[in-house]
């Protein structure tokens, strides 16, 4: 299908442009305009076209746990959300540790025919920290690096061995910083509000120990790795210095801890169970600082939906995780608005930035990119409701905010995936 938006402004994250320009689509590209014959016209009068939205993390819940969500309605939820590639992390049910489970999952999402799914696969045998798994067959079936989801490796020996191998076929491993021991019955970042609250801490040194053990593993064998989920100010230093020392390392925070503290949490208000969990001021605004200069490479949803039932258990016995595909856009309009970042700046690290590392060719707007585009009104508010959204998880911290910028229509591959009504 031929498709021609027009009257729209264009923004492209990586150049970081924006103006006044129309798109013309054929055979799944962008196009030039020459000889162009449009099957459709889409009138963007008002709106803004961006490259398709690249999330580092969405839990789809699929194979295993259809009780919390299924592929089609978290599918449905990443292009509402303007999300048209998705990485989801290998703690499914069964685990994502061999080339079959793979496939299957890849197969049920190309049926569906809708945002792009990149699996990664275990990094270990049942997530175990054990044995390796089987990279080479994983990454032919499908699986585009390797993670431990958030499930740490204790025994450094098999980490090392790990890298090892990844290096060896240039395979990419992604990694969260966080020591088991440290962490372990934590549900709460450690200072006074768990101190008030009663509630058992995860201290800072539970991040910063686990990259320093990263980063000294990554000097010593070459492996390129993605550093999942920081959340902390001291992280956000240590990973400023490494990449000043050219390691070959990149990372990410969830778009909860780009807005969130530990304060929000109240009192006992489960909707804040989160992992990581959230810090301190200060150390938001150390993230916010790091998505500015770099440091930070991409800001990922963390999407993660959870049975009501979970979360309607006390805090510290709660569930952690929440919905954020439909609040992707959203959140980092929210964070530009806030921050005073250009728009175009603020959109790199939800495309281009997040599509490099996983070197993809996506998250751009030239002529022959991928037709993977997002249409949204960047002027427009709505209110975060159960109601609202079209993942079967409704639990977000940020239910009864009100937040700005709404998807108008997603484009997947050339063809219209999702329009508002």
Known sequence: MKIHIQHGTLLDPAAGTEQQQDVFIADGKIVASTDFTADRTIDATGLH????????????????????????????????????????????????????????????????????????????????????????????????????????????????????????????????????????????????????????????????????????????????????????????????????????????????????????????????????PLRGQRDREAIRAGLVDGTIDAICSDHTPVDDDEKLLPFDEATPGSTGLELFLSLTVKWADEANVPLAKALTRITAAPASVLKLPAGGVGVGAAADLCVFDRHAHWRVEPRALKSQGHNTPFLGYELPARVRTTIVGGNVAFEQA
């Open 49 to 276: 076209i961006a490259p398709g939205f690249v999330d580092l993390s969405a839990r789809l819940r699929e194979p295993g746990f259809e009780h919390k969500a299924t592929l089609k309605s978290e599918m449905a939820a990443a292009l509402a959300g303007g999300v048209t590639s998705l990485v989801c992390p290998p703690d499914t049910d069964p685990i994502l540790d061999e080339p079959g489970l793979v496939e299957m999952l890849r197969f049920r999402a190309r049926s569906l025919n809708q945002a792009n799914v990149y699996p990664l696969g275990a990094l270990t045998v049942g997530l175990k920290g054990e044995i390796i798994t089987e990279m080479v067959g994983l990454t032919e079936s499908g699986c585009i690096g390797f993670s431990q989801a958030d499930t740490p490796i204790v025994d450094t020996k098999v980490m090392l061995r790990a890298l090892q191998y990844a290096n060896t076929y240039g395979y990419t491993t992604w990694l969260r910083p966080l020591d088991a021991y440290l962490a372990k019955g934590g549900v709460a970042a450690s200072g006074a509000l768990a101190s008030r609250l009663g509630l058992s801490g995860v201290p800072v040194s539970a991040e910063t120990i686990a990259l320093h053990t990263i980063f000294e593993l990554v000097r010593v064998t070459g492996a390129r790795v993605h550093i999942s989920h920081l959340s902390s100010a001291a992280g956000v230093a240590l990973m400023r210095e490494a990449k000043a020392e050219g390691l070959p390392v990149t990372c990410d925070v969830t778009a909860n801890h780009v807005h969130l503290i530990d304060l929000d949490i109240g009192y006992f208000d489960s909707q804040y169970r989160l992992d990581p």
